[in-house]
């Protein structure tokens, strides 16, 4: 793999979120081993003692992350973790907005919803808040999300709500309040929103990355930034394993995170600009299949 990624930038500066665990924390341990060591990697998540035992577990040849307790549910961590960046580095070169809820099949998603959206997507627009306008010149800004998340996993009539061209972030976060609302008051079925809390979810953090990449696209086509969703595809972890019956096809974090980091260390695609990404191939946002990127 090529480590190209901020041809005139200092030291860089990489941010992942919910990594002392699963898919995070192997994305941290395979930026370690592409990065250049000059490279300063925060590895946050919201229990202190798990982050600092996984930044010494991940230690190893004069290379360590920096653990930082991070609870993306919190603008005022978010925010106070951006100002200090700001101030210690000047900006950020890389942040994986990684952080995701646990939900369960053994408790009804009404009880669920709130806490899950309050992470998965108020969390990504937090740290887009926070961390966009702090990404220098060349650098990526990817959220975790999956192949849920398009429209196409939609109701036609719900689609509108998700016009990214159009959206604010907080006009979006006001779009899945509502949804939540819906689902704990017991309309969402009769508005036509999927059983499934995780696709709405997943869409809505599609639609954050559409709209970060539209208010920043005029600096990509100056310095060659990739905004995007990335989608590694079925994880055996815990959180994954309640939900499918065969996971023989799964693969495991360290095999996911290797995808999801070649975002970060191969030049930048144009043609993955604000789009979702597979297995580097974009996953349409309107369209029923994914196309090759050449």
């Known amino acids: 793999m090529s480590t190209e990624l901020t041809p005139h930038a200092p030291d860089r500066v990489v941010v992942v979120t919910g990594a002392n665990q699963g898919l995070g924390r192997a994305l941290v341990a395979a930026l370690l081993r592409y990065l250049p060591p000059t490279t300063t990697i925060y590895l946050t998540g919201r229990d202190s003692r798990r982050v ?7 230690g ?32 950020i070169d890389v942040v994986i907005s990684n952080a995701a809820a646990r939900i369960t099949p053994a408790r009804p998603m009404i009880e669920q919803v709130r806490n899950f959206v309050d992470t998965n997507n108020f969390g990504a627009t937090r740290m887009i808040r926070a961390f966009g306008p702090l990404l220098r010149p060349g650098g990526r800004f990817l959220v975790v999300s999956s192949d849920f998340g398009t429209l196409r996993n939609l ?11 159009s959206l604010t972030l907080d006009e979006l976060d006001g779009v899945m309040a509502r949804y939540v609302d819906a ?11 999927p059983a499934h809390i995780n696709i709405p979810s997943k869409i809505g953090q599609t639609a954050a990355v559409r709209v ?6 005029e600096l990509a086509g100056r310095d060659g930034r ?13 959180a994954s394993r309640p939900w499918f019956a065969d996971m023989s096809a799964a693969q495991s974090p360290a095999a996911a995170a290797v995808d999801v980091v070649s975002l970060v260390i191969e030049p930048a695609d144009p043609g993955f600009y604000g789009e979702l990404v597979q297995h580097r191939r974009i996953v349409p946002w309107r369209a029923s299949y994914p196309r090759a990127h050449e």
Do not use: K, Y
Not at 73 to 81: D, W
Not at 183 to 193: P, T
Not at 226 to 234: M, R, T
């Open 52 to 58: 600092a035992m996984a930044a010494h577990e991940l």
């Open 212 to 217: 970060l990449a539209r208010d920043q696209r």
């Open 183 to 193: 689902v704990e008051s017991g309309v969402a079925a009769r508005e036509g929103w």
């Open 60 to 91: 190893g040849n004069g290379r360590r992350p920096v653990p930082h307790r991070l609870d993306v549910r919190s603008s005022e961590e978010t925010e106070a973790f951006a100002t200090l960046l700001a101030g210690r580095h000047g900006g």
């Open 226 to 238: 990739l905004i995007s969703a990335a989608c590694p595809g079925l994880i055996a972890t815990d």
């Open 155 to 165: 109701p036609a009539h719900l689609h509108e709500r998700f016009d990214a061209e």
